[in-house]
């Protein structure tokens, strides 16, 4: 993958979950900057995405700790290189923990 294709595969996903958190009834913030995207919610803890160009890596941190994630064309998607969990399974269950809500984002 080139580093072309992983910022655009990165941009449209950070979009998508900005996108989505918007259709929410659950109060999160979102700040995007830099490669990053900061979630922040009402107990103010955070959950931040980070993109690593040069290990074509996203990362995120949030209280359960931090996750690199790297992307499986022939899946379409990124997973866990700890614990081959998908992306957005993992990010869900920090985001309802963290938020105390139920959360399900629809990326699409």
């Keep these: 993958m080139t580093e072309a294709e992983f910022n655009e595969l990165l941009d449209e996903l950070m979009v998508a979950i900005e996108d989505a958190i918007d259709e929410l009834d659950v109060d999160i913030d979102c700040e995007s900057g830099n490669g990053m995207l900061t979630m922040q919610f009402e107990n103010r803890s955070q959950i931040i995405l980070s993109r690593q160009p040069a290990l074509r ?46 959360v399900e984002l629809e990326l699409g």
Aim: proline share 0%; aromatic share 16%; charged share 20%.
């Design 57 to 102: 890596q996203l990362w995120l941190a949030a209280k359960s700790g931090g996750f690199h994630f790297n992307y499986q064309s022939n899946e379409e998607q990124w997973v866990c290189d700890s614990t081959n969990e998908a992306f957005i399974s993992m990010l869900n269950r920090f985001m309802s923990e963290q938020s105390g809500d139920e």
